[in-house]
């Protein structure tokens, strides 16, 4: 990991992208024991409309909390695609959801259908932000594995632990073998 790695999270309200990114904070700040600032964006609607949390994780002291060239940038709606890509490191690492992006700008994205992965893997869309956690959490090496389960469980709604932790679990699986494939 370089010594301030960014990651945006980016698609539409209601895909649970700002506790994805209050997930990864936590375990990167809490657990990893790293410096970490997050930020977030939407849009007034409260669902459907833009979305974005930003993370920031650094070995050493954050000068500035934004993210301003993302190492990492998942994308869950073609619209976030579009909007974001550009802002990508030359060597960043781009994680679109295929099922709703079709329009992929790099042939090296990493085209995954999560939120479908999410309903017949998991059996809910509704977990398609912590499959992509896992996802994450396997290609980039960020926070580590235990971390961001500790943090999954901290912040997701007593009586959905289980669910959550599935979600994860094949969120590991699908990036672990993303990340052999290459």
């Given at each position: 990991m ?34 970490v ?16 949390s930003?993370?920031?994780i ?20 073609q ?15 781009l994680i ?6 079709k ?45 961001v ?6 912040r ?14 094949v ?8 990340r052999?494939?290459?």
């Open positions: 370089r010594n301030r790695y960014e990651l945006r999270l980016s698609g539409s309200g209601g895909q649970g992208l700002i506790l994805a990114g209050l997930i990864l904070a936590e375990a990167a700040g809490i657990y990893d024991n790293r410096n600032t997050q930020t977030q964006s939407y849009g007034p609607e409260a669902r459907g409309g833009a979305s974005k930003e993370v920031v650094s070995e050493s002291e954050i000068d500035y909390p934004k993210v301003t060239r993302p190492d990492l940038l998942l994308a869950l709606t619209e976030a695609c579009d909007e974001y890509h550009r802002d990508l490191r030359e060597d960043g690492i679109v959801d295929s099922f709703r992006v329009r992929v700008p790099s042939p090296g994205a990493f085209s995954i259908p999560i939120s479908q992965i999410a309903r017949k893997e998991v059996g809910k869309e509704l977990v398609t932000n912590i499959v992509a956690l896992g996802i994450i959490t396997e290609l980039t090496g960020v926070v580590s594995r235990e971390a389960k500790r943090a999954v469980l901290d997701v709604p007593g009586g959905t632990e289980k669910l959550n932790i599935k979600a994860l679990e969120g590991f699986r699908i990036g672990r073998e993303r052999m494939s290459r």
